[in-house]
């Protein structure tokens, strides 16, 4: 296996805001001698970056660099690349201080508060995604039109009748464990050509780390096979896909269920829904009947409610299923640890099971206003994170808001 000593390429990647990987292949000895201590310039604008790389999110730089100072503990070797691993970096500015808006550090913020309790986080995520008969530049030349999913029916929990599935979910499986990713499960979902992969729950960063590793990875190893995956909230009008999110509140080596983190956790999901549905797609998955909350409710193993309850004794846990596809791990789970110590520092009750709850805003421009109107986020993540992360919302909303859709041309071309 490949390692940092004898790598002779070294992707040096940071998360962005969409929780994607940006960075540089450097020269094995090159990195070793003079990026390890020293880290490399890179860009400032890539932590306000839109969808298509366009400087955005409130951006008032000059495009002068920040520093990606490696993090030792994050690298993986690349299966699929010869002589390649990959290590995360974290954004230095000019004065050597950690920039507060990457998403690494703004988890890491929410659990150095988290820890001031004596309390540690654990996350295990599960992402769904689609898997196409066409490559990624066959579906592009299509304008993403007309494409074949790789199995034709309801998949879902099926052994046999996969189609080109089978295939491909093994070589992900495969790259995952060769890159040292602990996965628990894989099963087919209900929409055509849908997948799940479930990986073992672990420490919070390390958690998320793992994720983006696995969504970048996921992609190069379907394209180097002539497929396309999507991980895109609502693809179609079928089911969308999500990123279910367990978590686990430990004491040393103890796990705690308290019910004011709970509480907190439900009280603060309207304002915090931004956090888990960046895009405008995000919110085609969030609607009644489609295994998606609407509400900030909770429920005793219910996959109907936001969060979900499951486990006993040693194992109780609950799961956040707010989240879609698109989201950034950094920020659902920064937000999850936010809105608990809310209710952790409040004794918020926990109300009963099963109820109504609290609607989750609708659509973007309602999620990015109550955000940014929540006095618990400012709190918890300081003005200057709550909007970046409201611009980027807004960036989002500026963007579609100048495209005229197939649905507006079918609609209204010959009838109005």
Not at 143 to 157: M, Q
Not at 251 to 256: E, F, H, K, L, M
Not at 297 to 325: K, L, M, N, Q
């Given at each position: 296996m490949t390692s940092l000593a004898d790598a002779a390429e070294v992707v040096l990647a940071l998360p962005d805001l969409y929780g994607r990987l940006q960075g540089t292949r450097l020269?094995?000895?090159?990195?070793?001698?003079?990026?390890?201590?020293?880290?490399?310039?890179?860009?400032?604008?890539?932590?306000?970056?839109?969808?298509?790389?366009?400087?955005?999110?409130?951006?008032?730089?000059?495009?002068?660099?920040?520093?990606?100072?490696?993090?030792?503990?994050?690298?993986?070797?690349?299966?699929?690349?010869?002589?390649t691993v990959l290590v995360l970096a974290d954004a230095v500015n000019v004065?050597?201080?950690?920039?507060?808006?990457?998403?690494?550090?703004?988890?890491?913020?929410?659990?150095?508060?988290l820890a001031e309790r004596g309390l540690t986080a654990k996350v295990g995520t599960e992402l769904e995604f689609l898997v196409f008969s066409e490559s990624y530049r066959e579906a592009f030349t299509t304008?993403?039109?007309?494409?074949?999913?790789?199995?034709?029916?309801?998949?879902?929990?099926a052994l046999t009748g996969l189609g080109e599935l089978d295939d491909l979910v093994g070589a992900l499986l495969r790259g995952m464990a060769g890159a040292g990713l602990r996965i628990e499960s894989a099963r087919g979902e209900v929409h055509p050509g849908q997948y799940e992969i479930v990986f073992r729950y672990g420490e919070a960063m390390a958690a998320c780390d793992g994720h983006v590793f696995y969504k970048s990875g996921a992609k190069q190893i379907a394209e180097r096979a002539g497929r396309s995956i999507t991980f895109m909230p609502k693809f179609d009008s079928g089911e969308g896909n999500s990123c279910h999110v367990h978590f686990?509140?430990?004491?040393?080596?103890?796990?705690?269920?308290?019910?004011?983190?709970l509480a907190g956790v439900l009280a603060c999901a309207p304002a915090f829904t931004v956090l888990g549905a960046p895009t405008i797609n995000a919110f085609k998955r969030l609607s009644p009947d489609a295994f998606a909350?609407?509400?900030?409710?909770?429920?005793?193993?219910?996959?109907?409610?936001?969060?979900?309850?499951?486990?006993?004794?040693?194992?109780?846990?609950?799961?956040?299923?707010?989240?879609?596809?698109?989201?950034?791990?950094y920020l659902v789970v920064a937000g999850i640890v936010a809105?608990?110590?809310?209710?952790?520092?409040?004794?918020?009750?926990?109300?009963?099971?099963?109820?109504?709850?609290?609607?989750?805003?609708?659509?973007?421009?309602?999620?990015?206003?109550?955000?940014?109107?929540?006095?618990?986020?400012?709190e918890a993540f300081g003005d200057e994170v709550v909007e970046h992360l409201a611009s980027a919302a807004d960036a989002e909303l500026t963007a579609f808001a100048a495209v005229t859709t197939d649905w507006e041309?079918?609609?209204?071309?010959?009838?109005?």
């Open positions: 020269a094995g000895d090159f990195f070793r001698d003079q990026v390890l201590d020293g880290g490399y310039g890179a860009c400032d604008y890539l932590l306000s970056a839109d969808v298509e790389m366009r400087a955005a999110a409130g951006y008032r730089g000059d495009y002068g660099d920040f520093v990606l100072r490696p993090d030792p503990s994050t690298v993986r070797p690349l299966p699929w690349r010869e002589d004065s050597g201080a950690l920039v507060p808006v990457a998403p690494r550090q703004v988890l890491r913020t929410q659990l150095e508060r304008g993403y039109r007309d494409l074949r999913t790789a199995s034709r029916y309801n998949s879902d929990y686990s509140l430990w004491s040393g080596d103890r796990p705690v269920f308290d019910e004011h983190f909350p609407t509400a900030a409710a909770w429920g005793t193993d219910d996959r109907t409610r936001a969060v979900r309850v499951i486990g006993a004794g040693p194992s109780r846990r609950f799961e956040h299923r707010i989240a879609g596809g698109d989201a950034n791990p809105a608990g110590l809310y209710g952790l520092e409040r004794e918020l009750p926990l109300p009963p099971p099963g109820g109504d709850g609290e609607p989750l805003p609708r659509t973007l421009e309602a999620a990015a206003a109550a955000w940014r109107g929540s006095a618990v986020a400012r041309r079918q609609r209204g071309f010959e009838r109005l």
